[in-house]
């Protein structure tokens, strides 16, 4: 199986910060990295796939990047709303697995 | 527009088989490059790919619990069913039904809202 490394596990940060989550595949995995949201009590949402394109309906201030094994997420100026649990995925073959989560917080 | 909905046992007891299904809409399992699956989520932990089928039928499923799982479609009743057999407390998890397609990359684009199952004797 392809291990997905977030990098880190917690972040604090304040409304209108910039935030930068990383996240490592145990080997290449080309751009079939896909970034998800997950507010408590709720079903995560789709942000970016691909590695760099912003699903439809998110917000610009979210962006991606990376390919082989390092990936991005960065949120360019965060807002109330985006205090959440942050989850990289790969797609690159079956099992597909998930980074273990990087939970932003105020 | 997609919907998933997941619906099943809350409680199951050890040794137990549990049955879900989810019941979709909004789009048809036999158009190319789509597929559903389901993913689970330990309380507190991350999330976990367990299985997915593709509109081509083809099934694919989590190595370690291969051997328990087995994932079935309905395209006449749009449902997808998911069982897993000798269930254990640690298989105690909110369990999702997911859309997924191919644009670019696989990626999944629609979840259900979950369903909690708690294996408890």
């Known amino acids: 199986d392809i291990q997905m490394t977030q990098s880190p596990s917690s972040l604090s940060a304040s409304v209108g910060d910039r935030v930068t989550i990383t996240c490592r595949a145990s080997?290449?995995?080309?751009?079939?990295l896909n970034w998800y949201q997950q507010k408590p009590g709720k079903a995560p949402t789709l942000l970016i796939y691909?590695?760099?394109l912003l699903q439809s309906g998110v917000p610009s201030r979210f962006s991606g990047s990376g390919s082989g094994t390092d990936f991005t997420l960065t949120i360019s100026g965060l807002q109330p709303e985006d205090f959440a649990t942050y989850y990289c995925q790969h797609s690159y073959s079956t099992p597909w697995t998930f980074g273990q989560g990087t939970k932003v917080e105020i | 527009q997609i919907t998933l909905k997941e619906s099943g046992p809350t409680l199951v007891k050890p040794t137990q088989t549990l049955t879900l299904t989810c019941t979709f809409s909004?789009?048809?399992?036999?158009?190319?490059?789509?597929?559903v699956g389901w993913i689970r989520q330990p309380p507190g932990k991350a999330l976990e790919w367990l299985a997915l089928?593709?509109?081509?039928?083809?099934?694919r499923y989590r190595p370690s619990l291969e051997r328990r799982l087995t994932i079935t479609k309905d395209t006449s009743k749009n449902q997808v069913v998911l069982t897993m057999t000798n269930m254990d407390p640690v298989d105690t998890a909110t369990y999702y039904c997911i859309h997924v397609k191919q644009s670019y990359v696989w990626h999944i684009d629609y979840w259900g809202q979950g369903t909690l199952v708690t294996v408890s004797s």
């Open positions: 909004g789009f048809s399992l036999t158009s190319s490059r789509v597929g």
């Open positions: 089928i593709y509109w081509d039928d083809d099934e």
């Open positions: 691909a590695s760099s």
């Open positions: 080997q290449s995995i080309r751009n079939y």
